[in-house]
């Protein structure tokens, strides 16, 4: 199943959380992107149907070994990117902003060749 980018957003939340807290709940995915119970609740149950996170009797959601795995990818491409922009002088808000759009549309040819010339040399 090929995930769209809000499902990539999502699981990149909910990585980012993981590593700030011990449990994540979807208040705290509503907390951190700003959006609404109602929109949670629906992406996580697309999500846990797709098998790209698990969710147990208290309400705290772990990624599975898929989700984390493009949860991770997103989180670097976002992460490298926005690195690259602040380096060439953009501003912090923009750079993140810019890096978020551009994270889900990269081709992996595109992106490591950035990673590759911009950070590995």
Same mark, same amino acid.
């Given at each position: 199943?090929?995930?769209?980018?809000?499902?990539?957003?999502?699981?990149?939340?909910?990585?980012?959380?993981?590593?700030?807290?011990?449990?994540?709940?979807?208040?705290?995915?509503?907390?951190?992107?700003?959006?609404?119970?109602?929109?949670?609740?629906?992406?996580?149950?697309?999500?846990?149907?797709? =098998? @790209? #996170? +698990?969710?147990? &009797? !208290? =309400? @705290? #959601? +772990?990624?599975? &070994? !898929? =989700?984390? #795995?493009?949860?991770? &990818?997103?989180?670097?491409?976002?992460?490298?990117?926005?690195?690259?922009?602040?380096?060439?002088?953009?501003?912090?808000?923009?750079?993140?902003?810019?890096?978020?759009?551009?994270?889900?549309?990269?081709?992996?040819?595109?992106?490591?060749?950035?990673?590759?010339?911009?950070?590995?040399?």
């Amino acid at each position: 199943m090929h995930l769209q980018e809000s499902g990539e957003m999502y699981l990149e939340t909910i990585y980012v959380l993981t590593q700030q807290k011990e449990n994540v709940r979807s208040i705290d995915i509503c907390e951190h992107m700003g959006y609404s119970k109602p929109s949670i609740s629906r992406a996580v149950g697309i999500l846990k149907n797709a =098998g @790209y #996170i +698990t969710v147990d &009797k !208290n =309400g @705290y #959601i +772990t990624l599975t &070994k !898929n =989700g984390k #795995i493009i949860a991770q &990818k997103t989180y670097e491409r976002h992460s490298i990117l926005k690195s690259l922009f602040l380096k060439i002088g953009v501003s912090e808000d923009i750079a993140s902003e810019d890096a978020c759009k551009i994270e889900h549309v990269i081709s992996d040819e595109v992106f490591n060749a950035i990673k590759k010339y911009f950070f590995e040399t």
